[in-house]
């Protein structure tokens, strides 16, 4: 059974910094890309950003580019957010997600949509006060 479980949210004041992260068990973790998406209430989930399985290459929505930073631990099955310059609008429920497919060529074209991904954690809420 594939388990996500994301961890390190909370409440952080504007310009603050926060690092989720994102245990993974039930499959080998080193052979998918991995990604982290957002909901905020009322509102879609967005992406945020996404790393290949290699960890050779990462991807990050404009609204989060130059703050956040996306890695991955493959020895520890863990990937991890690092949040910087947090604001207001970051405010959100955060999940991790598994790409379906193992070591895809992936453009962030794929792994942006979360059709992309067969596996999601249960979120962690961030929030950020002005």
């Known amino acids: 059974q594939v388990q996500l479980v994301e961890s390190g949210g909370g409440l952080v004041q504007a310009g603050g910094s926060l690092r989720l992260s994102c245990i993974v068990s039930g499959r080998t973790f080193s052979s998918y890309a991995m990604g982290w998406f957002r909901q905020a209430p009322g509102k879609e989930r967005e992406f945020v950003a996404a790393?290949?399985?290699?960890?050779?290459?990462?991807y990050y929505a404009d609204s989060v580019k130059g703050r956040f930073t996306i890695s991955r631990d493959n020895a520890k099955n863990t990937q991890y957010l690092q949040m910087n310059g947090l604001k207001p609008e970051d405010t959100a429920v955060y999940y991790c997600a598994s790409d379906r497919r193992p070591r895809t060529i992936a453009t962030i074209n794929y792994l942006s949509r979360t059709f992309s991904y067969d596996y999601w954690g249960q979120g962690t809420q961030v929030t950020v006060s002005s």
């Open positions: 790393i290949t399985w290699n960890g050779g290459t990462t």
